[in-house]
């Protein structure tokens, strides 16, 4: 699974982002998709995912109640819609992909997306 992130950008404090991750690979389907995000001298950290085999996405506390996970399987994308944005979301944010169940261990995931920066401004 080859991975590509996009729809970042700069927004102002309480603005909101979509972010859109597209795949290439026949078993996009059957793999789980996660964000995460790194900020300037910090680790990489687990924003949000969803598990290959469906239901709700979860989220870290940190976002849950302003970021939104959805997938679409019969287009290879899902999505992470930003809303109520604040200055320590500022991050490159990355998508990954594993065959099997979530995890928020950055180590657990097989395949990663290059990154796109968003910068939130106070």
């Known amino acids: 699974v080859q991975l590509q992130a996009f729809g970042g950008g700069l927004v102002q404090a309480g603005g909101s982002l979509r972010l859109s991750c597209a795949a290439s690979g026949r078993s996009f389907s059957r793999h789980s998709i996660g964000w995460f995000r790194q900020a300037p001298g910090k680790g990489r950290e687990f924003v949000a995912a969803?598990?290959?085999?469906?239901?709700?996405?979860v989220y870290a506390d940190s976002v849950k109640g302003r970021f939104t996970m959805s997938r679409d399987n019969a287009k290879n994308t899902v999505h992470l819609q930003m809303n109520s944005l604040k200055p320590e979301d500022t991050a490159v944010y990355y998508c990954a992909a594993d065959p099997g169940d979530y995890t928020r261990i950055v180590s657990g995931w097989n395949y990663w997306g290059q990154g796109t920066q968003v910068t939130v401004s106070s």
């Open positions: 969803i598990r290959w085999r469906g239901g709700q996405a």
